[in-house]
């Protein structure tokens, strides 16, 4: 019998070396996805903006975003509800260029002042006239003897 050649040792080895980097590139890639480092964070009008460097933070956002395609119903964003040890924990996940209940909140809130402003200067308006129109015809007459 003849010894093994280097090619056929080769050969012999390369299904191990195949095994043992794929078992390498495994472990990283779970320590990646258990283990995302933060890399950057900002804070917004109670809003907080997260960045991540892991496979991990990515397939949660395909995740979310095919959530969102998959119910068209849901215009501007889901809330998810997750248990935890501490409780419920409200996920809400933003359609892109969509609204938060935040948003809407705020816009609604807004929209409320300004309907209030418009209010009391119609109201002090209607004073105005009702006290030109005293001045023209006399005052008007009360609520009693109004018919």
Not at 50 to 54: E, I
Not at 86 to 107: F, K, S, Y
Not at 126 to 147: C, R, T, V
């Given at each position: 019998m003849k010894p093994p050649t280097l090619r056929t040792l080769a050969r012999l080895l390369a299904p191990w070396r195949t095994i043992r980097r794929l078992e390498r590139r495994n472990k990283a890639l779970s320590d990646a996805l258990a283990n995302p480092?933060?890399?950057g964070i900002a804070i917004h009008k109670q809003q907080a903006t997260?960045?991540?460097?892991?496979p991990g933070a990515q397939m949660i956002a395909g995740m979310f975003l095919g959530l969102l395609q998959d119910n068209p119903k849901a215009v501007n964003y889901l809330e998810l509800t997750f248990g935890s040890p501490?409780?419920?924990?409200?996920?809400?996940?933003?359609?892109?260029?969509?609204?938060?209940?935040?948003?809407?909140?705020?816009?609604a809130e807004q929209e409320a002042r300004n309907l209030r402003a418009e209010l009391a200067t119609a109201k002090q308006e209607?004073?105005?006239?009702?006290?030109?129109?005293?001045?023209?015809?006399?005052?008007?007459?009360?609520?009693?003897?109004?018919?």
């Open positions: 480092t933060l890399t997260m960045g991540f460097a892991a501490e409780g419920n924990i409200l996920v809400t996940v933003q359609r892109p260029g969509g609204a938060t209940p935040h948003n809407l909140q705020a816009q209607a004073k105005a006239l009702q006290a030109e129109l005293a001045l023209m015809y006399g005052e008007p007459p009360g609520p009693e003897e109004h018919h």
